[in-house]
């Protein structure tokens, strides 16, 4: 069984900063592919980080130059680095993975973490 534990979250003022973990657990090979995504109240869910096939992070325009994103294979553990956080920021934060199962690659999500950025 795999299990995806996020960490991290909170309620921060405007030019704060916050570091979110997302650790997955259970039987799986190897993870293919993670991202983050957020939701705020009454909007839908949009991707804020990812990775591309080529490996490289890729963000939403509305993050660039603020939020990082970065993976810890030994500890099959991704990280959202966030600074110079502002109240639109607010939502709950998914963390989503692909994971190498057997000869499948399977989507997995986090319970999802929620960050509240203070004006």
């Known amino acids: 069984q795999v299990q995806l534990v996020e960490s991290g979250g909170g309620l921060v003022q405007s030019g704060g900063s916050l570091r979110l973990s997302c650790a997955a657990s259970?039987?799986?090979?190897?993870?293919?592919?993670m991202g983050w995504y957020r939701q705020a109240p009454g909007k839908q869910r949009e991707l804020v980080a990812t990775?591309?096939?080529?490996?490289?992070?890729d963000y939403a325009d509305s993050v660039k130059g603020r939020f990082t994103i970065s993976g810890d294979n030994a500890k099959n553990t991704v990280y959202l680095q966030m600074n110079s956080l502002k109240p639109e920021d607010t939502a709950v934060y998914y963390c989503?993975?692909?994971?190498?199962?057997?000869?499948?690659?399977?989507?997995?999500w986090g319970q999802g973490t929620q960050v509240t950025v203070s004006s």
């Open positions: 989503s993975v692909d994971l190498i199962i057997g000869r499948g690659r399977f989507p997995f």
């Open positions: 259970g039987s799986f090979f190897s993870i293919a592919a």
């Open positions: 990775f591309t096939n080529a490996g490289s992070p």
